[in-house]
């Protein structure tokens, strides 16, 4: 089938073939007797290694594009690709140049096919079924049905290697504290290049802690939220008991309190759901959330009660139209209406690299390579956080090109893998009928805002244009092209 | 996106439209007030119904191919499609005729081609992610993401309808104790007409325990197999702690105990699991197996019993070949092969329409459709079992069209479904390499018993011809084209 060949070849040699940046091969050393082999990682390509016998070894380069006893011989087809494909410095390139070429475009039809022919391309880049994670370095059943993992795309690497990398580096990783010390830690201001403010950051913070949910209990390979994705669990809760704690269960409404005139979330005494807060903090005090932490910092705080707000609203329109509906049905049309314009306020105009929140560090290229190279022993077996994050940045970016190259795709999964993005899910009739399915495709940060308190004040991703005075929501900087995120 | 208009119009127009029985489809009777008018059924072609204000309704014809207030107008290629769509009777035919021809296309690549055409047009006609369930006649995150739902592809029938049945029939539905006795007890010995034997009447009720598993607890719209499919949760319990006590944790095992110098399921003592048995059965005579009722019938035992001498025989082929690896990798390796020769089986040459095991009843279908009419006061009432069992039979079958048309998709989706159909993982390394990946390939119902019992004894789905005198596993009967369950 072409689009399987397709898409698994484009993931191996597109994506995390090109990025591969040295950090993140293996070599071809010949075995020695007692290690495992596959620690040398002897399969290229994405090549699946597997143990055999006492000492030997087997490569599975099916679907690669690639044959031989390392995955090393390109197929016909993948030589022909090899041949012709443009690097992605070179689609950066014309992406974010020829304006008056992609203005054209823009205006056509072409527009709409070439986005949906990109976007499901890369989302297509992450498997489905989830494959590996960090206690399965095969294909399994238990990996595959055990929703509490965070699913891998690469294996981790086997337990019996002589050292943590495999074979390369020391025996022992550097440590974590001074690694961020060394690389990380920022000694003077640096103004985010293209003006993006706290208003972002504290999206995208809110955003991902519904579902980026590390479980203390079960270990760092696991999480807590078993929606893997866009469930709005940060609003509702993660589990139903969590939801039924904070649904006031008439008009389909979540619990709040009125705090001078203004709607709030309720207090954990109203709502009593666990929650993280200072010891000193009375329950009376603490406001019930979705999410345990939200009540630690203001801006998270701050897009709580804009969501409550915005999902009680939303009950009161469904309402209007549908006065026979019951709370449940309310609320769960609601839930969905809301699913769906936060899926939309991610795609907002926002920085070109998605973050743009971490440090570059202090000290120049040469000096942070030989740093490193000392710290780890073996500049192949530095690890992969501290390797996205150390990478060259890409030119007016922040990032280099493995982050935004690996980052994208999963990105893009999470919002297209949503059930919403299904013909069965998107119709007007899912989101309540015609003024629901409205809500959802016209949402904006501005409305999320204006229509949720009582002054609409200036609203954007980006600190206020020095020369404009700040036009709401309006995309400065940004190239015109469509986002390279993608 | 052309897939997805033409598997949601095949979905709607193919299946379930061509196949609408009476009992099946609504009608146009104009809306009562008071009454919620979703229950007189007014939007056709699976368009969906939304109340609205206190008496009005709204049908989403949203990629059901009709337009207009109630999806009865068809889209131009809807009307094109109607004209040219051959029906399902004659599909049948020419199926199960032309010898000669299908010899042809078998021969051929072109029936590669066909064959992963028909599985993937008919497979799509399931929606995914799942739609409605007991609970939710409407799109709901709770529906799509609580996987204790059995789903519904129809909605249920609005709860404030008149009668159980939205407008039509009765109050109350006629008792099921009734029904049974008088259109489907069985009062003579009827032969089954394709030879089908006992044992494939407990292979396919071994087979569906594992994913046909209604709680009793929670209730009966509610399944405790919560993969949903072939995950071999009979053989291996259908939690992570159940499958613990199963196993031997020794060469990737599963516990057993010796008798007569033959291996069986281990007793309740040594694997201390939940089982039903008699109460008069002592704990150490109850077999301990993954599914909890499987010591009820002979033929279930013995299903189970070859099963898990199959898991421990491909264990000692997975050793034998990888002596370094631990016993969990060999536990899930051993169980992905086993769970690609379950697929295997149920493809494997059986009667025609997928079950032949329900009686058909005594009465002929003139008093039938009286006596019906009179229980259900309305034949547009009649239930949805029922009406698929007492629907008239399609020549030489013993179930009628809906029946087919109906399970024959959930049956392909469950299959196709299932992850090791995925690119990322149907290759030799999933497998344990290429011996297992053979075993995968290669597996039939008579490998299952001849490489696990003393000696091989006759083995088929079908008694033993009387002329041939029982060719193990042959196809008697079966037409020579490809199987219509299809």
Known sequence: MLWQHLSAFLSFSAVFGAALAPWMAGDLSVSLPAVN???????????????????????DCTRTGYFGANCTSPELWTRLYNLLKPSPAFYHFVLTHFRWFWDIINSTFIRDTLMRLVLTVRANLIPSPPTFNSNYGYISWEAYANVSYYTRILPPVPDDCPTPMGTKGKRQLPDAQLLAERFLLRHKFEADPRGTNLMFAFFAQHFTHQFFKTSGKMGRGFTKALGHGVDLGHLYGDNLQRQHQLRLFRDGKLKFQVVDGEVYPPSVTEAPVHMVYPPAVPKEKQLAMGQEVFGLLPGLCMYATLWLREHNRVCDILKREHPTWSDEQLFQTARLILIGEGRRHRGSPRPTSHGDLVPSGSAGPEEKAAELEELYGDIDALEFYPGLL??????NGIFGESMVEIGAPFSLKGLLGNPICSPEYWKPSTFGGATGFEIVKTASLEKLVCLNV????????RVP?????????????????????L
Chains 1, 2 share one sequence.
Do not use: I, W
Not at 390 to 395: F, G, R, V, Y
Not at 465 to 485: M, N, Q, V
């Open 465 to 485: 244009d020095a020369t404009a005075g700040g036009t709401a929501g309006s995309s400065r900087g940004g190239g015109g092209g469509p986002s390279t995120e």
């Open 454 to 461: 009582k002054r609409c004040p200036y609203v954007a991703f």
């Open 390 to 395: 150390l990478e060259k940045p890409q030119p």
């Open 37 to 59: 082999p596959c620690c040398y990682y002897p399969c290229q390509h994405q090549g699946v290694c597997v143990r055999v016998g006492l000492e030997g070894y087997e490569c």
